[in-house]
T-cell receptor, first 113, second 109 residues
C-alpha cells in the first residue's frame, strides 16, 4: 500500500522551462491538494480538487495549473518556471474537506535557476 | 485577516516536558490539527481537537480553548526522535485549512 506518492523528488529547472509534478494515491481519497512550503512560512495551498474532473484555486495559484483526469492522480504543472517558484511541494489527500486528516506525499524539492 | 501564531523555535531536554502553544484568529472555527514534520519529510497527523478540553494520546496531549482562540501540544518524556517541527492548523468556516508557520523543537541530551 503506497499511500500518496509524488514524482519527481528533486528537480532543477532553468527560468522559463516547464515541468509537471505527479501525485498518485491509492487511498481512495476524494480530495487532493497541492501545497508549497517555504522557510518561515506555513504551508500554502496552490490548488485543490474535490473529486475526479474538478479543480479549484487555493491561496497562491498564479503560475501553476492542475488537472485531475483520474481520481487517483493529481498533476501540478508549471508552464514557465520562475525563481520565486523554488520551493518544496507537497501533495496531500483526504476523505473529505478540511476537517479530515491529510495524508501527505514525501515532497518534491524544486529549484528554479 | 486570518492568523495563526506559534513560537518559531523551542529547545527542551531529553526526558522533560514541553508545551508548544498555538493562538489563532480565523473566520470561523471547525477544528484544530497538530501535525509533526521531521526535517526533510512530510507532515504526519498527531491530533485533532474540535471541542474544548484535553485529548491525550500516549506521550502527546493536545488542548483546546475555543473562547480564547488557543491550543497547546504537550509532549511528555521527551525523546531525541521528537526533534521535529510541529505544525498547528485551523479549519475555518469554509472548511479550509489555515496553517501556522510551525515550531521547530530541538531536543538536547
Amino acid at each position: 500500500n503506497a499511500g500518496v506518492t509524488q514524482t519527481p523528488k528533486f528537480r532543477v529547472l532553468k527560468t522559463g522551462q516547464s515541468m509537471t509534478l505527479l501525485c498518485a494515491q491509492d487511498m481512495n481519497h476524494e480530495y487532493m491538494y497541492w501545497y508549497r512550503q517555504d522557510p518561515g512560512m506555513g504551508l500554502r495551498l496552490i490548488h485543490y480538487s474535490v473529486g475526479e474532473g474538478t479543480t479549484a484555486k487555493g491561496e497562491v495559484p498564479d503560475g501553476y495549473n492542475v488537472s485531475r483526469l483520474k481520481k487517483q492522480n493529481f498533476l501540478l504543472g508549471l508552464e514557465s518556471a520562475a525563481p520565486s517558484q523554488t520551493s518544496v511541494y507537497f501533495c496531500a489527500g483526504s476523505r473529505g474537506s478540511g476537517a479530515n486528516v491529510l495524508t501527505f506525499g514525501a515532497g518534491s524539492r524544486l529549484t528554479v535557476l | 485577516g486570518q492568523n495563526i501564531d506559534q513560537p518559531t523555535e523551542m529547545t527542551a531536554t531529553e526526558g522533560a516536558i514541553v508545551q508548544i502553544n498555538c493562538t489563532y484568529q480565523t473566520s470561523g472555527f471547525n477544528g484544530l490539527f497538530w501535525y509533526q514534520q521531521h526535517a526533510g519529510e512530510a507532515p504526519t497527523f498527531l491530533s485533532y481537537n474540535v471541542l474544548d478540553g484535553l485529548e491525550e494520546k500516549g506521550r502527546f496531549s493536545s488542548f483546546l480553548s475555543r473562547s480564547k482562540g488557543y491550543s497547546y501540544l504537550l509532549l511528555k518524556e521527551l525523546q531525541m526522535k521528537d526533534s521535529a517541527s510541529y505544525l498547528c492548523a485551523v479549519v475555518d468556516s469554509n472548511y479550509q485549512l489555515i496553517w501556522g508557520a510551525g515550531t521547530k523543537l530541538i531536543i538536547k541530551p
